[in-house]
T-cell receptor
């Protein structure tokens, strides 16, 4: 079984500041992938960033970085220089063995001008 | 660009009706997924398929079935719709182990 926990239902951040969205996971698979998706109010799901369980370095994609701490089973998303357009729901997900994917309950981020 | 389409954006059905939700992807992905999304619960996996005619139960398969007769098409079936199946349904596809591409979603209301 695999599980994703996102403990922050909602967060506020000032425009241009950095923000960290928490994600912890649990899995018995030795090989897995961790993903973050963004869902704006329009409803579409947008892939942001991926981290493989064997990747030595933390993933980065533009203003997004993934703080991967394998021993702690955490995969926090860091957004630098927040913009108003970053206001959205953010979901962490794990893709484990047998192609199964599990999502967390999400964090609603609101960027304040 | 990967495109995932779903047959309807909004659907209203009555209790007991058989409901078909269709999903089509155009990028030859082997994996396809059906989720339902409810406030506070995130996305919950109903079924997924990693090949034609193959299906696997997700976390909440009860009351649903699926069909994958062709690689590009993955159908979700509600044999006898109930009010607690009112939800947003999201379809996704991916290559093995890689990011998922999502359709626009179908908001189903069961009266």
């Amino acid at each position: 079984a695999q599980k994703i926990t996102q403990t922050q239902p909602g967060m506020f951040v000032q425009e241009k500041e950095a923000v960290t969205l928490d994600c912890t996971y649990d899995t018995s698979d030795p090989s897995y992938g961790l993903f973050w998706y963004k869902q704006p109010s329009s409803g579409e799901m947008i892939f942001l960033i991926y981290q493989g369980s064997y990747d030595q370095q933390n993933a980065t994609e533009g203003r997004y970085s993934l703080n991967f701490q394998k021993a702690r089973k955490s995969a926090n998303l860091v957004i630098s220089a927040s913009q108003l357009g970053d206001s959205a729901m953010y979901f962490c997900a794990i893709h484990g063995g047998y192609q199964k994917v599990t999502f967390g309950t999400g964090t609603k981020l609101q960027v304040i001008p | 660009d990967v495109k995932v389409t779903q047959s309807s954006r909004y659907l209203v059905k009555r209790t007991g009706e058989k409901v078909f939700l269709e999903c089509v992807q155009d990028m030859d992905h082997e994996n396809m997924f059906w989720y339902r999304q409810d406030p506070g619960l995130g996305l919950r996996l109903i079924y997924f398929s990693y090949d034609v005619k193959m299906k696997e139960k997700g976390d909440i398969p009860e009351g649903y079935s699926v069909s994958r007769e062709k690689k590009e098409r993955f159908s979700l079936i509600l044999e006898s719709a109930s009010t607690n199946q009112t939800s947003m349904y999201l379809c996704a596809s991916s290559l093995a182990g890689l990011e998922q591409f999502f359709g626009p979603g179908t908001r189903l209301t069961v009266l």
